[in-house]
C-alpha cells in the first residue's frame, strides 16, 4: 500500500474516496524502563527506552492505519500525518491517520525516472 503524506500520488489518479482512516495506540513504558529513562534524564541526552517505545508506537499506529484502509477498499492512504499526546503523566498515544483512496496510474502525467 502506498501511503504519502502529500494530498496526491505522482503519476496516479484518484478514482474514489473511501474515507478517513486512522490507526492509535497508547503506550505506557512500564516500571523498569520509566526507572532508567528517569535516572539518564538525570545526566542529559537522548532517552533511548523513550525513543524506541515511541518509534515502535508509530510503527503499529501506522500498520493499523494500512490495515483499515485494505478493509475499506483502498489501495492508498494520501494527507497522512501523525498526532501525538500524554495521557496521566505515564502513557503515549499516537494515532496515524489519513484518507484510504483507490489509485491508479495516470497515463497523461509524467511518470518518475527509474
Not at 484518484?14 to 512500564?30: C, I, N, T, Y
Not at 501506522?62 to 494520501?78: E, W
Amino acid at each position: 500500500m502506498i501511503v504519502t503524506t502529500t494530498p496526491f500520488v505522482a503519476g496516479h489518479r484518484v478514482v474514489e474516496a473511501k474515507g478517513q482512516v486512522f490507526g492509535l495506540v497508547v503506550r505506557s513504558r512500564g516500571l523498569a524502563g520509566n526507572l532508567s529513562a528517569s535516572l539518564r534524564s538525570l545526566v542529559g541526552g537522548e532517552i533511548h527506552e523513550y525513543t524506541e517505545l515511541l518509534e515502535d508506537t508509530r510503527r503499529q499506529a501506522l500498520d493499523r492505519m494500512v490495515k483499515n484502509a485494505t478493509l475499506m477498499g483502498g489501495n492508498a492512504v494520501i494527507s497522512m500525518r501523525f498526532d501525538s499526546s500524554e495521557l496521566n503523566n505515564s502513557m503515549s498515544e499516537i494515532v496515524a491517520y489519513g484518507t484510504a483512496v483507490v489509485i491508479e496510474p495516470d497515463a497523461g502525467a509524467a511518470q518518475p525516472l527509474e
